[in-house]
Structures are given as C-alpha cells and as structure tokens.
C-alpha cells in the first residue's frame, strides 16, 4: 500500500462542464504524477509535480490543468471536459531506496456524456 | 522520444506452464519498470530494473540495457497472474515513465 488516495473513483459528468479530480499521499513524497489509460494507448503522462507549486506537462496535457498548493495533495482539472477525456485517470507517487520506483493510485474511472 | 514495444500482445497459457513476456526500447534508459494491472484494474508494481537482473518468486526480469530490451519471467503461472503486463521506461530524474501497450496474459485452470 503506497498510501494513495484518489477521489472520486467514479463520476459521470456532462460536456462542457468542470471537473476535478484529486489525489492524496500520507507518505510525503515529493513527485506526484497524472496518467490517463485508454484501450490501445496503454499509459500516457497528462502532467506531473516535483514540489508544491512545481508542475510540469507530460504527453497529453491539452485540455488539463494541475495544481499542487499540499506535499500531500495533487489535483487534476478538466476546465471544460470532452466526450475524449473519458477514460480512467491514475495518481501515482514516485519512492523506494532507488527513489525512482513508481506506485499508482486504484484509479478514477470518468466518463463525459 | 523514447518508444517502448511489448510482445506478444496476447498470451494465453495453462496453469502452471511458463512464459516470457519481452520489452524493447528504442533509446537509452535510465528507468525501467514491470507492472501488472490486475482484471478489477489495479496497478502494481514488480520490478524496478534500469539492468541487471532481479527475482521475486516466481517471477523474474533481466534487462540488457545496452541492447534496448528488458524480460519478464513467469514460472509456473497460476490464474492470478492473469491481466495485463506493461513495460514503461524513462530517462532523465523526473521519473516520467513511457508505457508500452501491454501483454494481455490470460492463464487458464
């Protein structure tokens, strides 16, 4: 258990509306990473943090927006979601004696009707 | 940047027969990881392994990282090992990782 929370796990939302997505860490880590899972596409990095207030994009970071003000916490916004933004979004925290094994959150499945 | 493919990209076995799941990367890496998402989703992590070789059960990884390709090793498969294996790399301090599109492993009893 890495100490991941995410919230929600599960929301329905409609075009065009916002939505947030967060994620929690207990274990003061300080890397913190958003990744989207499509059929076909495996993972792919929307964006990532390395401190509070440091952000940066991953592949696919068009259409998102993070912010990271808590060590602990690390949100992902969709301003205004799109029926392409459904798929499920994974947190993950990056730790272990090598510092660089990565661990995920359980997921959070979206769908944009 | 760097491109990570798997194969097979399906592998259907029987229960207790052996398998070697491959990874190929298309540029040097200072990262590579195994994970196995299990059929209710769930992503775990099982190898961190930028070279070498490392165990864990019966499970096992080399990666040759001078020749771009890492190995998953599973002995004597059970259905719990059944869902999707995936690869990812990266390079650089960031940690950001490049995921190939997995191996579907399906074991049957």
């Known amino acids: 258990d890495a100490g991941i929370t995410q919230s929600p796990r599960h929301k329905v939302t409609e075009t065009g509306t916002p939505v947030t997505l967060r994620c929690h860490q207990t274990?003061?880590?300080?890397?913190m990473y958003w990744y989207r899972q499509d059929p076909g596409h495996g993972l792919r990095l929307i964006h990532y943090?390395?401190?509070?207030?440091?952000?940066d994009k991953g592949e696919v970071s068009d259409g998102y927006s993070v912010s990271r003000s808590k060590t602990e916490d690390f949100l992902l916004t969709l301003e205004s979601a799109t029926s392409s933004q459904t798929s499920v979004y994974f947190c993950?925290?990056?730790?272990?004696?090598?510092?660089?094994?990565?661990?995920f959150g359980e997921g959070s499945w979206l769908t944009v009707v | 940047g760097i491109q990570v493919e798997q194969s097979p990209p399906d592998l259907i076995l029987q229960e207790g027969a052996n398998s070697t799941l491959r990874c190929n990367f298309s540029?040097?890496?200072?990262?590579l990881q195994w994970f196995h998402q299990n059929p209710w989703g769930q992503l775990i992590n099982l190898f961190y392994i930028p070279s070498g070789t490392k165990q864990n059960g019966r499970l096992s990884a080399t990666t040759v990282a001078t020749e771009r390709y890492s190995l998953l090793y599973i002995s004597s498969s059970q259905t719990t090992d059944s869902g999707v294996y995936f690869c990812a790399a990266g390079g650089g301090s960031q940690g950001n990782l490049i995921f190939g599109k997995g191996t579907k492993l399906s074991v049957k009893p």
């Open positions: 993950a925290i990056k730790r272990g004696s090598s510092g660089n094994t990565i661990y």
């Open positions: 540029d040097s890496v200072n990262n």
């Open positions: 943090s390395y401190g509070v207030k440091d952000t």
């Open positions: 274990e003061n880590h300080r890397y």
